[in-house]
């Protein structure tokens, strides 16, 4: 089994910086892609930054220049760094990890966490 663990989330006024983390632990041979989504009330979950085992990376047009994604592969774990927050960034993310678990398989499953809040006021 794998778990997803995020923090960070929280309270912070427009213009505001979060950090969130997210990480991996469990039954874990090799981690693909890891990323952000975020779900605002009543919309559709969306990407928001995703990033590869070889470090590239991925980001939507609405954070490009505000946030940044990096990882840290020794410790399973994927950060988030939100500048310039906006009140619009308000939503619920979740993290997201592609995993293989196995060196026997080639097989992977797609992981999530359990959301952390993030809430920008204006």
């Known amino acids: 089994q794998v778990q997803l663990v995020e923090s960070g989330g929280g309270l912070v006024q427009a213009g505001g910086s979060l950090r969130l983390s997210c990480a991996a632990s469990?039954?874990?041979?090799?981690?693909?892609?890891m990323g952000w989504y975020r779900q605002a009330p009543g919309k559709q979950r969306e990407l928001v930054a995703s990033?590869?085992?070889?470090?590239?990376?991925t980001f939507a047009d609405s954070v490009k220049g505000r946030f940044a994604i990096d990882r840290d592969n020794a410790k399973k774990t994927v950060y988030l760094q939100m500048n310039s927050l906006k009140p619009d960034d308000t939503a619920v993310y979740y993290c997201?990890?592609?995993?293989?678990?196995?060196?026997?398989?080639?097989?992977?499953?797609?992981?999530w966490g359990q959301g952390t809040q993030v809430t920008v006021s204006s």
């Open positions: 997201n990890a592609d995993i293989r678990s196995w060196s026997w398989s080639r097989s992977r499953d797609d992981y």
């Open positions: 469990g039954r874990i041979f090799s981690i693909n892609a």
């Open positions: 990033i590869t085992s070889g470090g590239s990376t």
